[in-house]
């Protein structure tokens, strides 16, 4: 780097003698040559000990539903599938407390920042087919094999009626069972291919209303199961 200035200052200066600028220029080029630069500033560094600036609780324009999964997911920093999976469990298991929660932070919490702006490439669309089938085939046929089976038996031992609405989601997971499930599969892989190939403006509507739909799908199976756990109180004390 030296050498390169020494040389550049020899050019300037033989130019001067030569007479090819005058000496007002020979000032200032001989002052931008010997001008250093600037160091690049450098990013500020994390202590031991200090805490991350977390972006404060909202709800994000980047959603399913509501936008509250995702929102939580950008205030911890990790990916909104972990939070939506963590959702369904909690919604599965204790739905009065898991419903409540989403509906006091939908209410309550403000909205973030503008949505992220996509090309017209679909936006992932291994995630649409992962809740589609999650919705579709996975969370029932799970209700079916670990709870309702269960449920089926204790009210066989103690010879009760199961509530009528149980009985009907009895009958549709017979069905589920022996067709609906290899059916569903069907209907996850044509639902990702129409996913595909919809237009940017109907690709999110289109993706809304098939999950909502779905979801309501395995909503039906938890809802079936609980009213039969409902019933069990009545039947003891009779």
């Known amino acids: 780097m030296e050498s390169a200035d020494i040389s550049s200052q020899e050019m300037l200066d033989q130019l001067m003698r030569d007479g090819k600028i005058s000496d ?5 080029l001989s002052k931008a040559m010997q001008r250093k630069p600037e160091p690049a500033p450098q990013p500020p560094e994390q202590t031991p000990g200090q805490r991350i600036q977390r972006p404060p609780l909202h709800k994000s324009r980047n959603r399913l539903i509501g936008g509250v999964c995702a929102g939580l997911a950008e205030h911890f920093g990790c990916d909104p599938i972990i939070v939506r ?5 909690l919604l599965l298991t204790i739905p009065p407390v898991a419903l409540i929660s989403y ?6 919490l403000p909205w973030g920042g503008e949505a992220v702006v996509e ?9 649409f087919a992962f809740w589609s089938a999650m919705f579709l085939t996975i969370v029932p046929m799970l209700i079916i094999k670990l709870l309702m089976i269960r449920i089926l038996d204790l009210y066989s031992q103690i010879g009760a009626e199961l509530p009528f609405f149980t009985i009907v989601v009895v009958a549709i997971s017979d069905a589920y069972l022996h067709w609906a499930a290899y059916a569903s599969v069907v209907v996850v892989i044509l639902a990702t291919a129409i996913y595909l190939v919809c237009g940017p403006t109907l690709r999110k509507p289109y993706a809304t209303v098939f999950l909502l739909i779905s979801f309501m799908w395995s909503l039906m199976f938890a809802v079936g199961y609980y009213t039969a756990v409902l ?3 009545k039947i003891v004390v009779r």
Do not use: C, N, S, T
């Open 24 to 28: 007002d220029e020979y000032l200032r």
């Open 85 to 89: 999976v963590i959702a369904i469990i």
């Open 103 to 108: 509906l006091v932070l939908y209410f309550m």
């Open 119 to 127: 090309v017209d490439a679909p936006k992932k669309p291994w995630r």
């Open 231 to 233: 019933g069990l109180p």
